[in-house]
């Protein structure tokens, strides 16, 4: 009973029969099968019965699951993939890299091309330190703070995602003691007065105040700051000694290639990339300013794998490419293109949907349902007909992305829309 | 002044042009120019003069460094080398897998082929849980511990190395905080009276113990288990109801497929894995008994490379690879005669070189200085003549060393022993 007759020809809703099946033997031998955001029972919030579970192959703006349907991907592996996947170049570098060499007892050389190269590249980054995690980045960053200032406390804002380190997850969580999060402070993103209160508060005892470069959290609108807010922060920050960490893990080089904190009109003293910057091959890195350079050095901090040569060479690369499309300025297009036709799309149905964020990392709500259900069921019905949407997570626009994948996307965005309007009669329309 | 006339012409030692200059790059945009073990201020502890510091090319038991001068390696990128650098099959599975997929929204079903065969291979496990860093594994491990118990403290083997996680470092360490190894408790190795005692009086208190399967610490000869102790501490642990956590990062995969623990007979509650298991390609897990499964589900703990495939492909060839050669045995078999080869042309020497520890990953130090100072004379002229071995590190045998690798590894160390014999005659000759 759709009111609104969909633009295109029905699709058949995807199944998902090897999916579940490889599941079944996931289960027995992995910790809830899968984990992570990427998990069932957490992160997407799709309805199991619509949601593919394992993938077989990807390429550009696509992967196709086990049961091979396709699906337009706007979740880019949460992130690392930005220029499509599988992009040739990026590939072409690696695979010249990796028939020198990898893994090797003394690191190559292209380490010191591709810290040159993040230099050159990012506005704050007067040296580069790599890793494999986000969080590797995000907690040699603290302990730089704390080995910089000598003081203990760590800001955090309300909503943060900064890695699963125990320091940085909350107290009631399994396997966090109270200990670990002790020196952690709170405050609320864009509310000034209440960050100048903590600051004074804990006057000379505040050794870093840790963010993203806007508030891109799950289940709920995201937050980009408000005029003045990021250069008031920094001043903040220098008039208390505080060390000023930008968590760049998600947003870094989708908003600006030089930096999201370039993005937003002010320096941060440490950035932290990791997903965006090798196009999914296995790096990430701490950037910072000159003067915290020697403390990075007096921190016993490395690995195993963290100057494996691959994927610097893939580094280099995707920012060397990143740079030719000026890709910054083509998400901001797409996602545009994307989410304003969504939101038409919703609105032909008599939703609301909100999209919030930046258009690159655009984050979608459905807001005529305060539980969240519609939107989830809406978005289930996207991706059982190949547009790979989540529920409560941002989104990510890769540069594989066309025209023509959003027009595709949005007449099953439509047909979606039309469906969940007919299986919820009772629900007033908002026009 | 030799006093035993060198076996073999002598060589030329290797200079080091290139590297000094990519060196001097690297100052000036990386923490330390190189960080971590292979750092020049730390780790190998080698002249820096006879260092070189950044490689080209790797294959096989062998890797070059910038000035292409050529070594026969024993570090093996510190322990992922396992099969040879670049070896043909591992490579061929893991290009295999890069034309599919590798960090993708959902997870490649090869991450369950993975997991299967890992629970087929290792004795204590029943599940496998991937990562990136041996200290992701050792950290969910700990996490794992604290929230299966619902305590809070660890037991750590004084010595130990669990990575660079701030709960596993010290106290008097630059950016740690007291808070977070407040809950730490150290006991000796071998000393069974201790741990009972520690035991005793923590009651109630203990989570985990956390223990690599035999001391193979740096700066000290390396320390086998004694008889019966691993099995005591096993059941110390069952008594106390404190999860026994094997950090098989190292050892893993050298002395046993089947892991660490069951080689010296007894079974780990969880066992940590990196470096061996995917020869280079980045991965690492952690492994379990089943009561432990669902606790390791109710952690919040993901990372965003965590799921990639091309890794996995390359662990499952690996592992499969490592079976065919009955690698441990191979292990075993070119370690003794390395360092049996090794202490005879100390001998000649008037040198007393001890080697402790596993064949596998052997321990040198030559006893007739308790400054160390002649060790690492020693093993710089063993460096600047192309035998990659360290000062105060165990090393690593992989399975493309061969036989005459190591006659030519001798002729090399005989003559370096002579030219610090030469270079020394102050010394009394030990026999």
Same mark, same amino acid.
């Not at 760049?248 to 600006?256: I, S």
């Given at each position: 009973?759709?009111?609104?007759?969909?633009?295109?020809?029905?699709?058949?809703?995807?199944?998902?029969?090897?999916?579940?099946?490889?599941?079944?033997?996931?289960? &027995?031998?992995?910790?809830?099968?899968?984990?992570?955001?990427?998990?069932?029972?957490?992160?997407?919030?799709?309805?199991?019965?619509? /949601?593919?579970?394992?993938?077989?192959?990807?390429?550009?703006?696509?992967?196709?699951? #086990?049961?091979?349907?396709?699906?337009?991907?706007? @979740?880019?592996?949460?992130?690392?993939?930005?220029?499509?996947?599988?992009?040739?170049?990026?590939?072409?570098?690696?695979?010249?890299?990796?028939?020198?060499?990898?893994?090797?007892?003394?690191?190559?050389?292209?380490?010191?091309?591709?810290?040159?190269?993040?230099?050159?590249?990012?506005?704050?980054?007067?040296?580069?330190?790599?890793?494999?995690?986000?969080?590797?980045?995000?907690?040699?960053?603290? @302990?730089? !703070?704390?080995?910089?200032?000598?003081?203990?406390?760590?800001?955090?804002?309300?909503?943060?995602?900064?890695?699963?380190?125990?320091?940085?997850?909350?107290?009631?969580?399994?396997?966090? =003691?109270?200990?670990?999060?002790?020196?952690? =402070?709170?405050?609320?993103?864009?509310?000034?007065?209440?960050?100048?209160? *903590?600051?004074?508060?804990?006057?000379?005892?505040?050794?870093?105040?840790?963010?993203?470069?806007?508030?891109?959290?799950?289940?709920?609108?995201?937050?980009?700051?408000?005029?003045?807010?990021?250069? !008031?922060?920094?001043?903040?920050?220098?008039?208390?000694?505080?060390? #000023?960490?930008?968590?760049?893990?998600? !947003?870094?080089?989708?908003?600006? *290639?030089?930096? &999201?904190?370039?993005?937003?009109? /002010?320096?941060?003293?440490?950035?932290?990339?990791?997903?965006?910057?090798?196009?999914?091959?296995?790096?990430?890195?701490?950037?910072?300013?000159?003067?915290?350079?020697?403390?990075?050095? &007096?921190?016993?901090?490395?690995?195993?794998?963290?100057? &494996?040569?691959?994927?610097?060479?893939?580094?280099?690369?995707?920012?060397?490419? =990143?740079?030719?499309?000026?890709?910054?300025?083509?998400?901001?297009?797409?996602?545009?293109?994307?989410?304003?036709?969504?939101?038409?799309?919703?609105?032909?149905?008599?939703?609301?949907?909100?999209?919030?964020?930046?258009?690159?990392?655009?984050? #979608?709500?459905?807001?005529?349902?305060?539980?969240?259900?519609?939107?989830?069921?809406?978005?289930?019905?996207?991706?059982?007909?190949?547009?790979? *949407?989540?529920?409560?997570?941002?989104?990510?626009?890769?540069? !594989?992305?066309?025209?023509?994948?959003?027009?595709?996307?949005?007449?099953?965005?439509?047909?979606?829309?039309?469906?969940?309007?007919?299986?919820?009669?009772?629900?007033?329309?908002?026009?």
């Amino acid at each position: 009973m759709s009111l609104v007759p969909p633009r295109t020809a029905p699709t058949t809703p995807y199944t998902f029969e090897k999916s579940r099946a490889a599941f079944d033997r996931a289960l &027995s031998v992995i910790p809830s099968g899968i984990y992570g955001h990427q998990g069932p029972t957490e992160g997407c919030y799709i309805p199991q019965t619509s /949601f593919p579970l394992f993938s077989s192959r990807a390429e550009g703006s696509r992967f196709w699951d #086990l049961d091979d349907n396709e699906y337009i991907d706007y @979740m880019c592996g949460y992130g690392p993939n930005v220029l499509g996947y599988r992009d040739p170049d990026v590939d072409a570098a690696a695979a010249r890299q990796a028939k020198l060499e990898d893994v090797v007892t003394i690191p190559s050389a292209i380490m010191v091309d591709f810290a040159e190269l993040l230099v050159d590249t990012v506005a704050s980054a007067d040296w580069a330190f790599f890793a494999k995690n986000g969080g590797d980045a995000t907690t040699l960053a603290v @302990m730089t !703070a704390r080995a910089a200032t000598r003081r203990k406390k760590i800001v955090f804002i309300n909503g943060f995602y900064h890695g699963v380190a125990p320091w940085t997850q909350k107290l009631d969580y399994p396997g966090v =003691l109270e200990e670990e999060v002790a020196n952690n =402070l709170y405050v609320d993103f864009n509310d000034l007065p209440a960050l100048e209160r *903590l600051f004074s508060e804990h006057r000379g005892s505040i050794a870093g105040l840790i963010a993203q470069p806007y508030m891109h959290g799950n289940f709920t609108d995201n937050t980009l700051p408000e005029a003045g807010y990021w250069q !008031a922060v920094r001043a903040l920050c220098d008039a208390h000694g505080v060390v #000023l960490i930008v968590d760049d893990v998600r !947003a870094g080089f989708r908003l600006d *290639l030089a930096g &999201s904190d370039h993005y937003f009109g /002010f320096k941060a003293d440490l950035i932290c990339f990791c997903k965006a910057l090798a196009n999914g091959y296995n790096v990430s890195a701490l950037c910072g300013r000159e003067s915290l350079k020697d403390t990075v050095s &007096s921190l016993s901090y490395t690995g195993s794998y963290w100057m &494996s040569a691959v994927p610097f060479a893939a580094g280099i690369a995707t920012l060397t490419k =990143l740079k030719q499309l000026d890709a910054p300025t083509q998400f901001q297009r797409l996602g545009t293109e994307l989410t304003t036709g969504l939101t038409s799309a919703a609105a032909e149905h008599g939703f609301t949907l909100i999209a919030s964020g930046a258009p690159a990392l655009f984050y #979608l709500r459905i807001a005529d349902d305060d539980s969240l259900m519609l939107h989830q069921e809406w978005v289930a019905e996207c991706v059982r007909r190949g547009v790979f *949407l989540t529920s409560h997570h941002n989104h990510f626009i890769n540069a !594989a992305l066309t025209s023509a994948d959003i027009t595709r996307t949005l007449e099953i965005a439509h047909e979606a829309f039309g469906i969940v309007r007919s299986s919820h009669p009772e629900l007033e329309l908002t026009r």
